[in-house]
């Protein structure tokens, strides 16, 4: 059951660790993660390649989960879920953004769209509206009928933005959103998550390895030797 009190924090890692195996030895990726993170807060994940960004993204999503600790979304332990009930749990509660778009090219712009409405079984036609009132606000309603593959990257990259939200979901994962775009079109992006995240009060975590779209967050956390730190906006960590 979801706890709706603004005074439990959305997400909570508690005492987390994940390791893999590769070639026949442990590697430790996250090592004792604690986290906590309120409702309608924005916090940037930074970290070199390899660090375990995803992973925390995959355990925060429940797609993958610890060797060690709990990992708590809005007061439910994804923990005791079977693998079903998360992948419920995620479609409901949680909306994608990644670096690549992931737009399904067989369907239109405005059928990618309605696609998570689809999925949790919540598409009206005030839902389909809105989505429509979306693509006006980001400048696409001409192309609603279009088909990814005659968008340019970076209108793809807010048609998943907007998919991503067009569900209302509670928390917003964000992959390198802009990692595969020119600098105005990441530009455009992070503006329209700045106003789209703050208008409807979404938590988000977004990953990237830009100290600058990094500084636009409420918060920034650093991963480094499989440990979260909190850093300050002129990047020293504590």
């Not at 960004?53 to 979304?73: E, H, Q």
């Not at 419920?88 to 405005?110: A, C, D, K």
């Not at 088909?147 to 569900?167: I, M, T």
Request: with cysteine; net charge negative.
């Amino acid at each position: 059951m979801i706890e709706s009190t603004s005074t439990v924090p959305l997400v909570k890692l508690n005492d987390v660790g994940r390791s893999f195996w590769e070639g026949g030895q442990e590697r430790v990726v996250l090592a004792a993660v604690h986290l906590r993170i309120c409702r309608g807060e924005w916090i940037s994940l930074l970290g070199r390649s390899g660090s375990g960004k995803s992973t925390v993204l995959n355990l925060i999503s429940g797609i993958d989960l610890p060797d060690r600790g709990k990992v708590i979304i809005a007061g439910t332990p994804l923990n005791d879920l079977t693998e079903r009930q998360r992948t419920l749990f995620r479609r409901e509660h949680i909306g994608f953004v990644f670096q690549f778009y992931n737009l399904i090219p067989s369907l239109t712009i405005l059928e990618n769209i309605l696609l998570p409405l689809e999925l949790t079984g919540s598409l009206t036609r005030e839902g389909t509206t809105a989505a429509r009132d979306l693509l006006a606000e980001i400048g696409l309603s001409d192309r609603a009928n279009s088909y990814p593959d005659y968008l340019s990257g970076g209108e793809q990259q807010r048609v998943a933005v907007v998919r991503a939200l067009a569900h209302r979901p509670m928390l917003l994962l964000a992959d390198e959103p802009t990692g595969n775009l020119d600098a105005e079109s990441g530009l455009q992006v992070l503006d329209l998550f700045t106003r789209l995240v703050r208008q409807t009060d979404t938590t988000m975590i977004l990953v990237t390895h830009s100290a600058e779209v990094a500084q636009l967050a409420d918060r920034i956390m650093t991963i480094k030797e499989g440990r979260l730190m909190a850093t300050s906006l002129g990047g020293e960590a504590s």
